[in-house]
């Protein structure tokens, strides 16, 4: 049986266009959410988004969207921030 391993272990997956949005999904919650800023806690790791005009567009259980002028994405261990 061929299980992607996002779905096995419940990875994070994050895909950006351009540097004006990303979405981001398997997350769990957010640490931090200001317009330059956005931290999101995902289940092995934290993501860290900075920029400026950032906004999370939506958000469901399952996935989320933020836009704005998107400059760096950082990848944490927990516990690392």
Do not use: W
Not at 6 to 23: G, K, P, W
Not at 60 to 79: A, F, H, L, P, R
Request: a negative charge.
């Amino acid at each position: 049986m061929n299980i992607p391993d996002d779905v096995l272990y419940n990875d994070v997956i994050l895909r950006v266009i351009s540097n004006r949005e990303a979405i981001i999904e398997n997350y769990r919650g957010l640490h931090l959410y200001t317009t330059e800023e956005v931290v999101i806690a995902c289940k092995k790791i934290t993501v860290r988004i900075c920029g400026s005009n950032l906004h999370v567009q939506y958000f469901s259980g399952c996935d989320m969207k933020i836009i704005g002028n998107i400059d760096n994405i950082t990848y944490c261990m927990n516990g690392e921030l």
